[in-house]
């Protein structure tokens, strides 16, 4: 694993990932192409093929953090995203752990003709080998005290998995919402990509769904900031892009990006 860890590999995911051994990531925080989009810098994707490598990739008690949109065909919103959710669950095999909502602020587009309501979020499905070996649940406004809580697998009886949660106080909702655009990174150039996702989205699910020391693959890695909240909260990362061009973005970005030294 060593030609992987902590590096932004340039290059097809789905080849990347057919050389990675089975069972080596714990997270996955990804966003592909969307629909119309899926013409990425001249190149497709092969998203059954991808599906099956992240699957296999995957740790037993792993997850896979999916966030994606439909795009408007004839008036139709396409469904690909609740295809793709399916494809995971009934062909892949994995659980559909919680289908959550990313809400965004700052998105609005005016439109000429108004027929609809504003497209103001996505989805981010989470799916899981199995039950997730790690569940640091957000919890109120986090000022409890943070507590370690073991608790029986449903259905089993030797079975237990662990999280952390803020004592005294419920879950947060599964409708995360962040600002979107410009002023959810500091680096300008980052501006260069299309479709930078906020920062706080990525290290919320890092947080939430792996431990210090894990590793978090995203195959999708565009300008790098999945690596970069893996980073800066003590993960390690592998990040696969396709474009030589934002290659150099999130390699310039995790250049000015240190490990807290507590790291390992």
Partial sequence: M??????????????????MPDKCVDLVVTSPPYDNLRDYKGYTFD??????????VLKDGGVIVWVVADATVNGSETGTSFRQALYF????????????????IGCTTPQCVVVRYDQAFEYMFVFSKGVPKTMNIKCGDGTGRVIKKTQRKANRENEFYTGFYNEGTAPEPNIFVYKNGASTYSERYVKKHPAVFPEKLAKDHILSWSNPGDIVLDCFSGSGTTAKMAKLTNRQFIGIELSPEYCEIARKRLDKTYYNEEMF
């Fill in 2 to 19: 060593k030609e992987y860890l902590n590096k932004i590999i340039q290059g097809d995911c789905l080849e990347v990932m057919r050389g």
């Fill in 47 to 56: 998203f059954e093929g991808i599906a099956q490598q992240l699957t296999r």
């Fill in 89 to 104: 669950k009934d062909v892949c095999g994995l659980n559909l752990h919680d289908t959550m909502i990313y809400g965004k």
